[in-house]
């Protein structure tokens, strides 16, 4: 007999033990038995729309336990499977068989069958089961439905409404994952459709669009670039789960049939998470991404900056040959000639640095830790380029360097309680906070404002200015009323230095802490604190992809691979992983770098892939890269031509293999996708070293790993940070904090070419609260001017529940370029006044 | 030598006398000769003579079709070259936008590429033309000085503009969807589409033919026009058609 929540029924004369309130669907696919559906999915509830998966069933019943069956054939997506119930699919009941067919005849009525000329063609759902348990022959001659076509529901997503088999896997995506409820099932009978709200197609008053960005934005509602209603950073989920063209792309509209297509299962290059992804390619181009399958990551999900994101990998700029200065001009020369005078410019540096970007894979990052310290004898080395603290230092090759695979996202998703610290779960995590949201985790954020992202968590905001993360998490362990407390009570678990009530068993809750926290000091060592002494576990999420793999391939000052101090290597030790003693003067960190190149110290950088503008002050950073002498290792030329001397080429993810290092410390490796002669950072470094006659072992992942096993001795581990929490800054009158962070979808590199995606980003808006506006003569609707000594910021106002005295912008939206046209971080302090009439401050 | 081992071999031939012998070598010149005299065969092709046209059948060069006011029936939807045995046949759609309406409906065959060096003339690809817009012609006269000379680009393969007919592109006939245009129901240019090549494309050298079709056919199409049981149906309409 089975287990008590086992339960076992027959389908198709196959008996099967599944657990208990499975569908009859799901235990079919356990027999290996598909029963044709559309509306089903596995991450969604069932909704039994469509009726294509009617089977025959009878279950046990009355008091002997007759086996009775169904008067009528009963949907499979939506039945959950008893004891002794016997099912018969289309494979062994005529009834099931032609229930279905004359399902997928009523389905076909109003489908216009252009396949030829629809997207879907091919891998259509549709056309499979139409075809295998459809009708040969259609009975219906009279006129289909027909409506205009394409509807544009974002400037990426078109749907074709004649095309919907009114399944509901998109508007039920939408509301139930992202809870982005941006679609709709609208009107009734043979005029039912899905779509937004358009006053055109429903029938009602047309709507001033001023009016109703107006009265959005009185209501704090969110708007997109484009004027309409923001629909969300993973809309374009539904175009991938239309099980019939219904849903297609705009970027992907006839570019590719299913059979043209090569298709690659590699890892987004986006965000730290390490989304699985498929990359469809046609004669060596990329024309589409879809969102790979990885249970444990992202599940079939994956936001729309990894899905439509990759044509800046052959962005017009893209590099292929070496270019030297010469003058004021970069010129184009051979792989010899670069090479000899990137070498010739490094051989020569008294005092080299090197800024290697935060983008790396594992290979990369590594080739860069050994190049720096072996060849280039410098312990100068920052993989931040961003805003970034010593004490940020410290905690990372304290805390997270050499860690290994430390909370996953199934354990974040599965904890008790979340709090957020410097981080926003959807514009800074992505499929973090899909799968936060799909397992309902109690949240909490230490945040000015309860975000977008954090409201549709249902999460609880623990109102702090920026700048004061480091008092609050401090205050958190002992605070004993208010919100704080709770969220402390929440977080406890085990380890709980005061538990007493709590059983030892209860796992404790995560504290999140992001790359924002660099700025207020104190922040990461309070954070160390109150997860030790709450018995809370805690883990760094980074945004960009490359991080955590730099900080374990050493890429900082004083660290050597696998989160071992530098000094602290034997000779042995040193030589297995440098092939040489090492004797390095104490290196500086990316501010230090910058400073000391600015003032003539440091003669030469070599930097990877990074953007000036992304540097925590990049005037100041230009100023510097303009002092010295600048090799830079890139896929693209335009963000750094103006100030490099050499610039070598690299390949950008698509076109070499690698690994890289999600935030939970887990590897993601990914295949070639595109044959390429294109060259990997690794690769150039190596052919760098030999030009400058150094012999060192810069090679594939083996001699990463290699290099890593070999420091997998214990240690002495770096001490972790102490640094006392500074009290925020306080603004003056006029004078705001600054709250700032990336958007998910904003003026980044990584989404150039892609200009449907800008205009269903979220606009750039100036949010403060009613008090502050007040104070600063502002109202909503009108124009704020942001501004420091560097310059200011003019953006539309919204009246949000923002902190008294805190301004929130996005970092680098349209317009709103905080560190080039503030030169500030996030709590920073700014002056707030009213903007201004008829002026327009571009970027 | 050789003589005596020929008759060797063939006993039954006979033993030449000696002037018999003397001549033997020099009499298939004979044949040289006759030869120089007769009428010659050879034929200069492709520069003379007339050949009979080959069987109506006859699987020629492809040829990619029109509807009869000039738009292409190529959509781009890649099942000829799906169908393609030899894999001879490439192409790549685009998206029709007002402004540059080369087919009937969202969709044209943006590239079509037919490799002559590839296909073997087998059909399989208008079995597979959706629309008919792929069919062959008789012709069989295929031959280049060079390998890139065999591909045959979309303009090569393109029919050409017959007489009346508006050159693509140009909008759809008002009124008329894709289907329309498939059932024959399009039978030649408006005169709002010669009258918005007009205004785009003064120069258009087809506009004067497509002008007088135009007119000659808008006073018999205009009673067809509100025929409301035909399939023609409306325009597609911005709300819900009803069924």
Redesign the interface.
Known sequence: MSAPDQVTCSIDGVEITVPKNTLIIRAAEEAGIFIPRFCDHPLLKPVAACRQCLVDVASPAGPEGKLRAFPKPQPACAMTVTPGMVVNTQLTSPAAAKAQEQVAELILINHPLDCPVCDKGGECPLQNQALSTGRAVSRFTDKKNTFAKPLALTPLILLDRERCVLCQRCTRFAAQIPGDPFIALQKRGANQQIGRFDAAVLGVAPVDPAAAEAACDAACDDLAADGRPFAGYFAGNIIQICPVGALTSADYRFRARPFDLVSTETVAEHDSSGAAIRVDYRRGQVLRRLAGSDPSLNQEWITDKDRFGFRWQVAPDRLTRPLVRRGDEMVAVSWPEGIAAAAAILGAAANPAVLPGGRLTLEDAHAYSVFARAVLATDSVDFRARPASREEAQFLAHFVAGSGAGVSLDELAQAPAVLLAGFEAEDEGGVVFLRLREAGTKVYALAPLASRGLRRLGGTLLATAPGAEAQALSQLPDAVEGLLAEAAAALRGPGDENAAAESPARPGGVIVVGERLATTPGAYSAALAAARRLGARLVWIPRRAGERAALEAGLLAGLAPGGRPLAGLSPAEAESVFGRQLDLAPGLDVSGIIAAAAGGDVDALLVGGLEMVDLPNPTRAASAFKAAKVVALQVRGDGLSPWADVILPVAPPQEKAGTFINWEGRLRPFPQVLASTALSDARVLQALAKAMGADVRIGPLAAAHEALAALAAPAEPVPAPAVAPSPPRSPGPGEALLSTWHYLVDDAAGLDGVEALAASAPAARARLSAATAAAAGLEAGGRVEVATADGAITLPVVIDDVLDGVVHLPTKSPGSWVRVNLAAADGGVVRISPAPDHEEVAP | MSRRQSTALDPSRKQKGFIGAGVAPWAGFGVTLRTFFAKPVTEQYPFKGKYPPPFPRYHGRHQLNRYPDGLEKC?????CA?ACPADAIFV????NTPAEQHSA???YGRVYQINYLRCIFCGMCIEAC??RALTMTTVYELAAPSRADMIYTKDELLAPLEEGMLAAPHPMAEGR??RDYYAGEVTGPTEDQVEWVGRNRPQDPTLAGARAAARAAAPAAAPAQPGSGS?A?EP????????
């Open positions: 959509v781009g939807c890649e099942l799906w790549e759609a685009g998206a409906g969202e969709r959706p629309t969807c894709a399939r149906g597609a309409p911005a709300k819900g058609g009803g069924a």
